[in-house]
C-alpha cells in the first residue's frame, strides 16, 4: 500500500500548456504539502494544506494552484508552463506531533520536462 | 535566520569508513532537527531525528551529534555500506511548526 501517491510519476510537455498533477495520502495525516526538487536537488516547500486549509505559502508564481477537495487529497495545476518549471515534484504529508517533531512523509515525485 | 546550511555537498568514503554530514543553522527557535535519505527516483524518506534536549541519538549504524550552543548538527554513518549511497538532507523546524527547512543535500557514495 501506497502510503503517499502521486500522479504523473513522468510528464513532458511543451511550454504554455497547462499540466496537474494529483496527489492521494492514505495516512490519515491532516497536513499535505508540495515540495519542488530542482536539478541540483535542493528541496523546497510551495504549499501546504491542513484539513483542507492552506497554511503554507511560499514565495511561489500565481501561475501555480493547489487545490484541497479534502484532506486526503492535494493537486498541483500550473498554468502557462515555463522552461524553469522543469523539476521534480514533491507530495508529502505529515500529522503534526508538537513534542515528537514534524515527520513529513514524502511521495515518489512527478518529473516535470518542459521542452 | 531560515537557512540551514549543509556540508559537504558530496562524499566519497570507502566500505567500512565513517561517514560524516554536518548541517549550522542560525535560527534559535528551531528545535526539531531531522535527517532525510533519498535514493535515486525516490522521495526523501525519515532516517533519523533529534530534538535540542539531548547531545546524541543513535539507531543502529546512524548516529546524530548535536551541539546547542555551537548551532551545528551532524549525521555519522559508521561502516558505510555501499546500499547507504544516498543524497542526505539536513533539516529544521519549530515550536511544531509544519514549515521544515532543509538544508542543500549531501550526496554520498560508499565505494565496495
Known amino acids: 500500500d501506497t502510503a503517499v501517491s502521486q500522479t504523473p510519476k513522468y510528464l513532458v510537455t511543451q511550454m504554455g500548456n497547462d499540466k496537474s498533477i494529483k496527489c492521494e495520502q492514505n495516512?490519515?495525516?491532516?497536513?499535505m504539502y508540495w515540495y519542488k526538487q530542482d536539478s541540483k536537488k535542493f528541496l523546497k516547500i510551495m504549499f501546504s494544506?491542513?484539513?483542507?486549509?492552506?497554511?503554507i505559502n511560499e514565495t511561489v508564481p500565481n501561475r501555480f494552484s493547489p487545490k484541497s477537495p479534502d484532506k486526503a487529497h492535494l493537486n498541483l495545476h500550473i498554468n502557462s508552463l515555463e522552461l524553469g518549471d522543469s523539476a521534480v515534484y514533491f507530495c508529502?504529508?505529515?500529522?503534526?506531533?508538537?513534542?515528537?517533531?514534524?515527520?513529513?512523509?514524502f511521495g515518489e515525485g512527478s518529473w516535470l520536462t518542459v521542452v | 535566520q531560515q537557512q540551514v546550511k549543509q556540508s559537504p555537498q558530496s562524499l566519497i568514503v570507502q566500505k567500512g569508513g565513517i561517514s560524516i554530514i554536518n548541517c549550522a543553522y542560525e535560527?534559535?527557535?528551531?528545535?526539531?532537527f531531522p535527517w532525510y535519505q533519498q535514493f535515486p527516483g525516490k522521495g526523501p524518506a525519515l532516517l533519523i531525528a533529534?530534538?535540542?534536549?539531548?547531545s546524541e541519538k543513535k539507531e543502529g549504524r546512524f548516529t546524530i551529534s548535536f551541539n546547542k550552543s555551537a548551532k551545528q548538527f551532524s549525521l555519522h554513518i559508521m561502516d558505510s555500506q555501499p546500499g547507504d549511497s544516498a543524497t542526505y538532507f539536513c533539516?529544521?523546524?519549530?515550536?511544531?511548526?509544519?514549515?521544515?527547512?532543509f538544508g542543500k543535500g549531501t550526496k554520498l557514495t560508499v565505494n565496495p
Open positions: 495516512l490519515g495525516h491532516d497536513t
Open positions: 494544506y491542513n484539513n483542507k486549509e492552506l497554511i
Open positions: 533529534i530534538r535540542p534536549d539531548v
Open positions: 533539516a529544521a523546524s519549530s515550536g511544531g511548526s509544519e514549515k521544515l527547512v
Open positions: 535560527n534559535t527557535a528551531f528545535d526539531y
Open positions: 508529502a504529508s505529515s500529522q503534526l506531533q508538537v513534542t515528537s517533531g514534524n515527520t513529513i512523509y
